[in-house]
């Protein structure tokens, strides 16, 4: 069955919830687009997170990440959109998003985005 992209973000039962520990996602394989040129953008995206009563669930993580692989939206926004998302979805003790994204024009771009 193919896969769709999806804004959906499943989460399940935190399997420690009394234990303190940190989980890190890292895509690198990130993509949107400008909107401003039209043009893709590529970057990797970082999250840490140490989580409350609800984990996030990776295949969801996936397609929504590919959710945005044809949506115009500027770097500073998709980082505070993507933590603001996951925020919803697992109610997280601590967040942070980090989008690191290719050198465009001759600049780096890193965007960090923390909860709370």
Known sequence: ??????????TFEN??????????FTCAEFTSICPK???PDF???VIRYVPGPR?????????????YRNEGIFYE?????ILDDLVAACDPVEMTVIGRFNVRGGIDHEITAAYP
């Open 37 to 39: 040129t039209g043009q």
């Open 77 to 81: 926004a998709v980082t505070n959109m």
């Open 1 to 10: 069955m193919p896969m769709q992209p999806s804004k959906a973000l499943e």
């Open 15 to 24: 399997p420690y919830p009394d234990r303190r520990y940190t989980i890190e």
């Open 43 to 45: 970057g990797t995206i």
């Open 55 to 67: 984990c996030i669930e990776l295949k969801s993580l996936k397609l929504y990440f590919w959710s």
